[in-house]
C-alpha cells in the first residue's frame, strides 16, 4: 500500500445497486436522475404513477401517508427528499463532489438551488400546468434572462459544475418541454449542450411525460 | 453611497472584537432579516456556533423593503435573508448557512460521512419543507398580525389545523432523537434549522407541542447551556430573540470578545 493511500477516499465497496423511486413528470425526480447521470452513478429506477398530481414547488411529495418520493434504497440505508438523494448519489459518484470548496462559490450554489425552490418552482408548475399569469410569463422571462446573462460569463450556473446545475436543468427541461421559446436564451442552451455531454449524452426528454391535465399540485 | 446594509445594519466598531490574531483573518458579516423568520435567525445561530462576527439589521418586510430598488439592486428576486461581506453578497438561508460554514472558525457542520450527509439533509428537508409553514401560519396569526393591527381577531381555525399537521412531524423528529443528543447524532445544521423553528413556537405560545415530547425537550434545553462549535465563549441560542425584541422588530448581532 502505497502511502498515499492513506489519504485516499475509501472506495466503495457496495455491490448493490442504488435504488430510486420517483414520479413521472416530477421535477424533483427529474433532478436525481440527471446527477445520477453526470456522476455515472447506475440507478434502478422505479416511476410512481402520478395519478395524484405532481407538486412541482416542493423537495418532495408523498405518495400515501408514509411513502415519499424521491428516495433512494442502497445496501440497508433508506433517504428521502431531494437533497438527501443528491447527497448521497454524489458521493457514492465518481469523481469529486459538487460541493464547492470555495465559501463564496459555495453560497452562490446554495442562492441559485434556493431560487430554484422559491421563485423558478412555482413559476414552472404555473407554466406546466398551463395557469401562468403573464406576471409568471414576465417572472419567468427575467430569471431566464439573469441565467443565461450568467452562463455568458460562466461555464456553469456559478463558474464550476455544482449542485445549482442539476437543480436548475431540471427545470430547464420541464419549461422546454411546455413549448417555451428557449432559443432566445442562447446561454442557457449552449451550457445544456455542455451538461448534456456531461452527462454522456441527452437526457431522455419523453421521461418527463408532459401532461398538463395531470400535472397539478397536491400539496 | 451607502448601500441598504450600511443603513440597516451599520458596523459598530466599538463593540466589536477588535484584538487578537484570529480577528485579522475575518472580515465582517452584515445581515438584513426580521426576528420572525426562522431562516433569518438559522443566520444568527450559525454566526455564533462558527465564530463570525455579524451585525444584524432589521428589514422591513412588512412594508415590502425585500421589493425596494436598494435591495433589489443588490438581490435581484429580493429574496432574504441578505448577507454581505465586503464585496460578497449572498441570500437566503441555505446560502448564508453555508458561506458562513466555510468562512467561520468551528469544525464543519456539514458531515463528511455519505450516510450521516444525507441523513442531515433529510431532516433538513422536512423542517424547510413540512414543518417551516406552519410554524409560519402559527407565528402570523398569534405574533405578527396581532402586531401589526392590535384589534386582529386570531385565525383559530388556521392556528389549530397548524398545530394538528405539526403533531406528526414532530412526533417523527422526536423520535430520531431517541437515543441521539443531537438530531443525527453530532451537531449539524439539521440542529441549526429546528432549532429556529421550536425557538419561534415557543414564542408563539406553542410550547406544550414540544413540552409534551420529551426528546426534543431534552434535545431543546440542552441547547440553551450549549457552547458554540468554534469552541468560543458564547452560547448561540442567547441570541434567539425573546417577543419584546420581536415587537421592537430587534435581531440581535453577533459579538464575539474572545479571539
Redesign the interface.
Given at each position: 500500500m502505497g502511502i498515499f493511500s492513506f489519504f485516499g477516499r475509501k472506495k466503495d465497496k457496495s455491490t448493490q445497486e442504488i435504488e430510486l423511486l420517483g414520479i413521472s413528470g416530477h421535477i424533483a425526480t427529474l433532478k436525481c436522475l440527471i446527477l445520477a447521470s453526470i456522476k455515472g452513478v447506475s440507478l434502478r429506477t422505479t416511476l410512481a404513477s402520478y395519478d395524484v398530481g405532481v407538486d412541482q414547488i416542493?423537495?418532495?411529495q408523498y405518495l400515501d401517508s408514509s411513502k415519499i418520493v424521491p428516495t433512494v434504497n442502497h445496501d440497508g440505508?433508506t433517504?428521502?427528499?431531494?437533497?438527501?438523494?443528491?447527497?448521497?448519489v454524489d458521493?457514492?459518484g465518481k469523481g469529486a463532489s459538487l460541493?464547492p470548496?470555495?465559501?463564496?462559490l459555495?453560497?452562490?450554489?446554495?442562492?441559485w438551488?434556493?431560487?430554484c425552490y422559491?421563485?423558478l418552482g412555482p413559476v414552472t408548475q404555473a407554466i406546466t400546468t398551463g395557469m401562468a399569469t403573464d406576471d409568471d410569463k414576465k417572472l419567468l422571462n427575467?430569471?431566464l434572462t439573469?441565467l443565461d446573462n450568467l452562463l455568458s460569463e460562466n461555464l456553469y450556473v456559478v463558474g464550476p459544475m455544482t449542485f445549482a446545475d442539476p437543480h436548475v436543468a431540471a427545470y430547464i427541461y420541464a419549461i422546454g418541454c411546455s413549448g417555451i421559446d428557449m432559443t432566445v436564451y442562447p446561454k442557457i442552451s449552449d451550457w445544456v449542450t455542455r451538461l448534456e455531454n456531461d452527462m454522456g449524452g441527452p437526457l431522455k426528454i419523453e421521461y418527463l411525460h408532459m401532461d398538463p391535465s395531470k400535472l397539478t399540485a397536491t400539496n | 453611497m451607502m448601500d441598504i446594509f450600511d443603513k440597516r445594519a451599520p458596523m459598530g466598531k466599538e463593540e466589536h472584537g477588535s484584538s487578537g490574531d484570529m480577528k485579522k483573518a475575518q472580515f465582517m458579516l452584515q445581515l438584513l432579516g426580521t426576528p420572525w423568520d426562522a431562516n433569518t435567525l438559522k443566520c444568527v445561530i450559525a454566526a455564533a456556533e462558527q465564530g463570525m462576527e455579524m451585525q444584524s439589521g432589521y428589514l422591513d418586510v412588512l412594508n415590502n423593503e425585500q421589493d425596494t430598488e436598494s435591495y433589489r439592486s443588490v438581490f435581484e428576486f429580493g429574496t432574504y435573508p441578505g448577507l454581505k461581506e465586503a464585496d460578497y453578497n449572498v441570500a437566503g438561508s441555505a446560502g448564508i448557512l453555508a458561506f458562513i460554514n466555510a468562512r467561520g472558525l468551528g469544525f464543519s457542520l456539514a458531515p463528511k460521512n455519505v450516510i450521516e450527509a444525507a441523513t442531515q439533509d433529510f431532516w433538513v428537508d422536512v423542517a424547510v419543507t413540512e414543518a417551516t409553514p406552519h410554524v409560519n401560519t402559527i407565528v402570523q396569526e398569534q405574533i405578527i398580525k396581532p402586531m401589526i393591527d392590535s384589534s386582529y381577531s386570531k385565525d383559530t381555525n388556521a392556528i389549530d389545523e397548524a398545530r394538528a399537521k405539526l403533531k406528526s412531524i414532530l412526533d417523527l423528529l422526536d423520535k430520531q432523537l431517541t437515543g441521539n443528543e443531537y438530531i443525527i447524532g453530532k451537531y449539524t445544521f439539521a440542529d441549526i434549522h429546528w432549532t429556529a423553528l421550536i425557538h419561534l413556537l415557543f414564542l408563539a405560545d406553542s410550547n406544550d407541542l414540544i413540552e409534551q415530547r420529551s426528546q426534543i425537550h431534552r434535545w431543546y434545553s440542552s441547547l440553551a447551556v450549549r457552547k458554540s462549535n468554534c469552541g468560543q465563549n458564547i452560547v448561540s441560542f442567547s441570541l434567539l430573540p425573546s417577543i419584546e425584541d420581536i415587537k421592537n422588530k430587534k435581531l440581535t448581532s453577533v459579538i464575539i470578545n474572545d479571539f
Open positions: 416542493n423537495s418532495y440505508f433517504t428521502s427528499g431531494t437533497q438527501a438523494v443528491l447527497t448521497y458521493i457514492r460541493t470548496k470555495n465559501a463564496r459555495l453560497g452562490l450554489q446554495n442562492y438551488i434556493a431560487i422559491e421563485i427575467k430569471i439573469s | -
